[in-house]
């Protein structure tokens, strides 16, 4: 079964829409992609100086027997020293979403000539932040099974907020020679702002809503800040006195307004008018 011959990298940085509609905002396959190279945004670092790194590659169809399919991203072991990180692109993250990252990983052992086991760690760190090595990763094993194409699944969702790349790195690997490959990478985002204004109403009320000026907070529990976004996750105001928050200078159009008090965090659609 080959995937089809192209992939879209997109972000949609509206959250006004159908409550629980599940939107993909990151997508790779490699098989747009010309053998050898990387998709465009995508890059590689050679933290380990050894000459093979990570790079597209089309083992089909025999990889496509072990639930790839077609191109992948691929990293030929040829040292246990090596550590290679495959970076993808900058992906903006808007606040008020959940965020999910599933991708397929796997050794490929050519029927017993690439057998050492492989280990890998995904990251997630800030744009423009440089990898350092000792950060702490959001998913780390050994794949211990061997020419299976494993699908994985991890929450990016205290990522909110921010414009994010992914790391994903092979290192300590316990042979000299193997191959690791990487396909099907989808990050997905979903609103969770359906249940959070349903709890917004009975708690806190924010008033009035659509304003010219100033919008008022009323809670149940003190009100330690809050903050308003546009719809691209930019803070664009966080001024907050006696429970109001400015938004006069503010543009007509739509914002979310993120409120922490006490016990809760809480989101909500305001209107400029």
Do not use: C
């Not at 639930?67 to 290679?84: P, R």
């Not at 760190?125 to 020419?147: A, H, M, Q």
């Amino acid at each position: 079964m080959k995937k089809s011959l192209f992939f879209t990298v997109f972000v949609l940085v509206s959250i006004v829409f159908k409550f629980n509609a599940q939107t993909v905002i990151l997508e790779e396959n490699f098989d747009s992609s010309v053998v050898g190279t990387l998709p465009a945004g995508w890059e590689t670092v050679n933290r380990s100086g050894t000459s093979i790194t990570w790079r597209v590659t089309n083992e089909d169809p025999n990889v496509d027997a072990i639930g790839f399919f077609g191109k992948t991203a691929g990293m030929l072991v040829l040292d246990t020293s090596s550590d290679q990180l495959l970076v993808s692109s900058a992906v903006n993250l808007p606040i008020g979403n959940s965020f999910s990252l599933t991708f397929l990983i796997g050794t490929y052992t050519g029927a017993g000539i690439y057998p050492s086991q492989q280990h890998y760690a995904v990251y997630a760190l800030p744009e423009g932040e440089t990898f350092t090595g000792s950060e702490t990763p959001i998913l780390e094993e050994d794949i211990t099974v061997e020419d299976v194409a494993h699908s994985k699944t991890v929450d990016l969702s205290a990522y909110a907020g921010q414009n994010v790349k992914i790391y994903f790195r092979q290192f300590n690997s316990t042979g000299d020679i193997g191959i690791l490959l990487l396909d099907t990478i989808q990050l997905t985002q979903q609103p969770q702002l359906g249940t959070l204004e349903v709890e917004l109403t009975q708690e806190l009320e924010v008033y009035p809503n659509p304003s010219y000026d100033y919008v008022s907070l009323k809670s149940k529990s003190k009100i330690v800040k809050a903050e308003v976004f546009d719809l691209a996750g930019r803070k664009v105001q966080e001024e907050l006195t006696d429970n109001k928050i400015n938004v006069q200078q503010l543009p007509p159009g739509t914002y979310l307004m993120k409120i922490t008090t006490v016990s809760k965090t809480y989101f909500r659609k305001i209107i400029k008018k």
